[in-house]
């Protein structure tokens, strides 16, 4: 069993006084703060940091004014100080979709994704999470792997029904990516209570490693999180009972719920 981060927005929102409009900025502009969220996770138990790039991108950095490789370099180099433990290059989908569907072209996705791959030196391995387009998804499982030659982990992320929003079941999202990743789940969108039959369908669709990192339970109206550490650890170790063998937290989580989850899964 390997126990991941939680939340870097979350955290972000709680410790940033200011936070920019490219938040992944901070890794050049503020790195000790970025580093001493990456501790406390260290701290609280996580073996592997995901690195504060998730929105990071060539179209953001041309956009944000900022250098692509070096924002990277910046970013792998912050979750390194913060301890002896794993740094994954964390990627998350471009927000648009791929021709037909949408306006950007498979050749510019691919490129995209493939600079990512070219930044991610000094990173431990690659982290695709919160997909929801199995085509993006793919594209993106492929450029990265080839570009980094790093080892390959890929999240999708579902809606209550177990779906999704493109319509890809667990089964789905294990057949597009398994060939490349080297271990593959869900993340986000869903609290560990309701993460847990998607596991199990992930665990009956492939013989890859399971991830699973949910929120902090299920939002209310205002997108507030009320689900107490000491819960979201013991939902989060039936997840690893279901099989998952890569826990974490995603939204609404903190150092808490990691240390919480930590000892859960160590009793």
Do not use: W
Not at 39 to 64: D, H, M, P, Q
Request: hydrophobic share 45%; with cysteine; net charge negative.
């Amino acid at each position: 069993m390997t126990i991941l981060d939680g939340a870097m927005g979350t955290m972000i929102q709680a410790t940033v006084a200011e936070i920019p409009k490219y938040a992944e900025t901070l890794n050049l502009t503020a790195p000790e703060a970025i580093t001493a969220i990456h501790r406390r996770y260290v701290e609280a138990g996580s073996e592997i940091l995901c690195t504060n790039t998730f929105t990071c991108n060539s179209r953001r950095a041309k956009a944000g004014g900022y250098d692509l490789e070096e924002l990277v370099a910046a970013a792998i180099a912050n979750a390194r100080r913060a301890g002896n433990v794993r740094v994954a290059l964390d990627v998350g989908p471009l927000g648009e979709f791929i021709e037909p569907y949408g306006d950007l072209s498979e050749e510019d996705a691919r490129a995209i994704f493939r600079a990512l791959g070219q930044a991610a030196k000094g990173a431990d391995l690659v982290y695709i999470e919160t997909m929801a387009d199995l085509r993006e998804a793919r594209i993106a499982a492929e450029e990265l792997k080839s570009a980094s030659g790093l080892p390959l982990f890929a999240t999708f992320t579902f809606a209550r029904a177990g779906k999704t929003i493109t319509g890809a079941t667990p089964t789905d999202a294990a057949k597009a990516v398994e060939d490349i990743a080297d271990a593959l789940g869900l993340n986000c969108s869903l609290g560990p209570v309701e993460a847990l039959p998607l596991v199990r369908e992930f665990r009956a669709a492939t013989d890859k490693p399971i991830i699973a990192k949910a929120n902090a339970g299920m939002p209310d109206s205002l997108g507030n999180y009320a689900m107490s550490p000491a819960d979201f650890a013991k939902a989060a170790a039936a997840l690893a009972a279901a099989g998952a063998e890569y826990i974490g937290g995603c939204c609404g989580t903190t150092p808490e719920f990691i240390s919480a989850l930590k000892a859960a899964l160590r009793r």
